[in-house]
């Protein structure tokens, strides 16, 4: 069996291992590598989600140490610039008024003082960022370097803002923060000595810290992007996680929902070992046979001897599987149940590597006894049709909605002329048609053909015979076709000149062939009167379907409440503790997979009985509001998880003749519905209104909404809209046809209209009184 491979055998093994199987499987280490690993791998797993959370706190964290320490580096930077910049005004104006006042030329010698400017600037460097100049005794500017000629011939005192102790002081004022035309500047002035006048060296505040502003905004914007790409970083591994926790709740929906399908389908798999000839089968396998489940492999003859001998021989098809003349397997064939009876199953199966040197099959097996006694039936009346339509001497065909063949017989063959090798079932109107001798003539007739759906035509065929041919349309969109031979009456017709008694003889030959064509069509009318019966025992064994369903899920229902009560009484510990956190695990699951079911059976027992004709509603004159809010209340808390708003508007008086119990019911149906389809923080609203003799009660929800293709499907049984919300929730697809079905059973209707991505809105329309049955006619 470990040699299968594919996917199937994870699912078979998932299917029929027991609980120590699946124990065993989930140890994942084994030996002395578990024994080691083991606990860090639990240490690990326990501390997984703190680690999780804890990945944003990190990068945050990180993040505002980066910055504060950036920020610290680039403020130190700043105060660096301004300490050093103060210094080298300082310098520089000490340095001017020392080369003015050794000079012994005069102050007021412009190119002197130019000259004594330009030598300074050489000495103090960076000649673009200062401003030095020379001034008399009353601060008006002499002299500057080429970049403050704009201060020339200008005072200080008119020029400097806040620059007072500057002029009072001199150096003794230091380097002061002044404003010149608005912008910040850096000033100091020194006066002369033994001459009148200053030096002065000025700088911009703004060009000193040019270059320290394009440094911050350079590690603000790396900043920018570090930050982002670890949020990007952070919103990929969130993701990611988020991803793989969907897949893994995807598979195991998907697991579940394959094992109910496989008990609820009559179909179950087996996987056969053909080098050990053993098989083994799934569970449901053993229940469509009806024998009791075990976990040991099947040997050859045990299989085989189950199955009838006149549908072939296992040996013989084992012997072909081992020569690899095939390596696959589709067959029908009967099989032998525990009670005796035979079953009709048709099995399929595939060799997993034709190329390994140990072949090995897995297929699935399908109880199709009810198809096949079903096509038996109809393959018995549609030989009873056919055989009665060609004894009639009239030509007959069938064409579908798409003018292709269904049937016909030998007499239409023959009045169309063409080869029968032609003529097949499938074929295009037009190409046989085409095939045909053309018409020496074909005339329309005004004849009426009953219900305004049909035409009659008179033809004259290559051969010189008439034709009268009288088509009808079906209810199917197709058409049939009834020709009877006229040839006979047109000739009386071409005889009327001659006499008055051949044309009374015509007259008296039409009527009877007018009769005759009444018979026959009393015949098919009664041919199809018998088809219309086959078609109704058709429908008596799709009844009879739903009542199998209904009776099952009886059945199925006491099993299941020993389950899920056995279940709760380990889960409480009334006998004492189970011994492990694992079996309360796994007490906890099966009683809510059996509360699943349970549920789902209930809702299958509903709609059988409800298509069986089974279901009947107790109506009465109910308050509506008290019987509303206990139905909200079921379903507050699945909301309140959610974050759910629910909005409820309803007037206190206001009554409805129902079933109490239906429209509970449909309540639930429909707010558990628009529940589990709207999202975190949604709203759903209910409200209720009187319009007539009739309540309308309307349930609105803001969730994934409804493609408007798949509107039409709703309210079917087992129906689903599978969009990329609605594919993460569990259902059978039952809710909303109970809900309709009891709707209509009160004479009322529940209709849908939903935009997707917006919402839907569900109303149910309820007679609020007692319909008055009609008088009975004396």
Not at 28 to 34: D, E, I, P, S, T
Not at 401 to 410: D, G, K, Q
């Amino acid at each position: 069996m470990a040699k299968a491979g594919g996917w199937a055998l994870p699912l078979i093994a998932g299917m029929a291992a027991g609980p120590r199987t699946r124990r065993a499987r989930r140890m994942g280490l084994a030996g002395n590598a578990k024994i080691i690993a083991a606990p860090a791998y639990e240490r690990l797993l326990a501390i997984e989600p703190y680690l999780r959370r804890s990945i944003p706190v990190l990068i945050i964290i990180f993040l505002l140490v980066l910055a504060a320490a950036r920020l610290l580096s680039l403020f130190t930077w700043r105060d660096d610039i301004e300490r050093d910049a103060r210094t080298m005004l300082a310098l520089a104006a000490d340095s001017l008024a020392a080369s003015v006042a050794i000079d012994t030329s005069e102050m007021a010698s412009s190119p002197r003082a130019r000259m004594l400017i330009e030598e300074a600037m050489r000495r103090a460097g960076s000649e673009d960022k200062r401003v030095l100049a020379l001034t008399d005794e009353h601060f008006e500017v002499l002299a500057s370097s080429p970049n403050g000629q704009n201060l020339v011939g200008r005072s200080l005192e008119d020029v400097l803002t806040g620059g007072q102790p500057l002029f009072l002081f001199g150096a003794r004022a230091g380097v002061m923060n002044v404003e010149i035309g608005g912008e910040p500047w850096l000033a100091s002035l020194v006066h002369v000595a033994g001459q009148d006048g200053a030096a002065v060296a000025l700088t911009s505040r703004d060009s000193l810290f040019a270059d320290w502003r394009r440094s911050v905004s350079m590690n603000v914007s790396l900043f920018a992007l570090t930050a982002g790409i670890l949020m990007v970083i952070l919103y990929a591994y969130f993701s990611q996680a988020a991803r793989a926790q969907a897949a893994d709740r995807i598979y195991m929906e998907a697991h579940q929902r394959i094992d109910m399908a496989m008990v609820r389908g009559k179909c179950g798999l087996w996987d056969w070992d053909m080098v050990r000839g053993k098989m083994f089968w799934s569970r449901s396998m053993f229940e469509m046979l009806g024998y009791e489940t075990t976990e040991e492999m099947l040997s050859f003859g045990e299989v085989a001897a189950i199955i009838h001998p006149d549908d072939g021989d296992l040996f013989d098809l084992a012997n072909r599987i081992m020569a690899r003349e095939i390596d696959h397997v589709d067959r029908v064939f009967r099989m032998k149940r525990a009670d005796g009876q035979w079953v009709w199953v048709r099995a399929r199966a595939q060799v997993v590597d034709p190329n390994a040197p140990e072949l090995h099959l897995i297929g699935i097996a399908v109880d199709v006894t009810e198809q096949r006694t079903l096509v038996q039936q109809t393959e018995a009346a549609d030989q009873r049709l056919r055989t009665a339509i060609e004894s009639i001497g009239e030509s007959f065909v069938l064409w579908d909605y798409a003018e292709r063949l269904v049937m016909c017989n030998t007499k239409y063959k023959q009045d169309l002329g063409v080869d029968d090798s032609l003529i097949v079932t499938g074929a295009r109107r037009r190409d046989i048609e085409a095939l045909a001798p053309a018409f020496r003539s074909e005339r329309r007739l005004a004849i009426p053909s009953g219900n305004g759906n049909g035409a009659t035509y008179e033809r004259q065929l290559a051969d010189g015979r008439w034709l009268q041919v009288t088509e009808l349309k079906t209810r199917d969109g197709g058409t049939v076709s009834v020709g009877t031979d006229i040839t006979q009456l047109k000739q009386h017709q071409g005889k009327l000149v001659d006499s008055e008694r051949r044309l009374m003889a015509t007259i008296h030959d039409l009527s009877l062939a007018r009769r005759a064509e009444q018979e026959r069509t009393r015949e098919l009318s009664e041919l199809n009167r018998k088809y219309m019966r086959e078609t109704e025992r058709a429908e008596a064994a799709n009844r009879a379907k739903s009542e199998f369903l209904a009776n099952m899920s009886h059945e199925l229902r006491t099993p299941l409440n020993a389950i899920i009560g056995f279940s709760e009484v380990m889960e409480s510990g009334m006998f004492g503790p189970l011994g492990s956190e694992r079996y309360e695990e796994y007490v906890r699951d099966i009683c809510s997979s059996g509360s699943y079911l349970l549920g789902v059976i209930n809702d299958i027992l509903d709609m059988s009985k409800i298509e069986a004709g089974q279901f009947s509603v107790d109506c009465e004159e109910i308050d509506l509001c008290p019987l509303i809010r206990e139905t909200v209340r079921v379903v507050e808390l699945q909301a309140a998880e959610k974050s759910i708003a629910m909005k409820m508007d309803i007037p206190e008086r206001m009554q409805v003749f129902a079933d109490r119990r239906a429209i509970k019911q449909i309540v639930i149906n429909l707010l558990s519905n628009a529940v589990k389809f709207t999202g975190e923080g949604g709203h759903i609203s209910l409200r209720a209104r009187k319009v007539g003799p009739a309540v309308t009660l309307t349930i609105e929800d803001s969730g994934c909404g409804i493609p408007r293709d798949a509107l039409k499907k709703l309210g079917r049984p087992f129906e689903q809209v599978q969009n990329q919300f609605s594919k993460n929730h569990t259902g059978s697809g039952l809710g909303l046809a109970i809900s309709r079905s009891l709707a209509e059973l009160h004479g009322g209707v529940l209709k849908i209209r939903s935009t997707e991505g917006v919402g839907t809105i569900v109303s149910v329309r309820l007679p609020a009184e007692e319909r008055k049955k009609p008088a009975v006619a004396a």
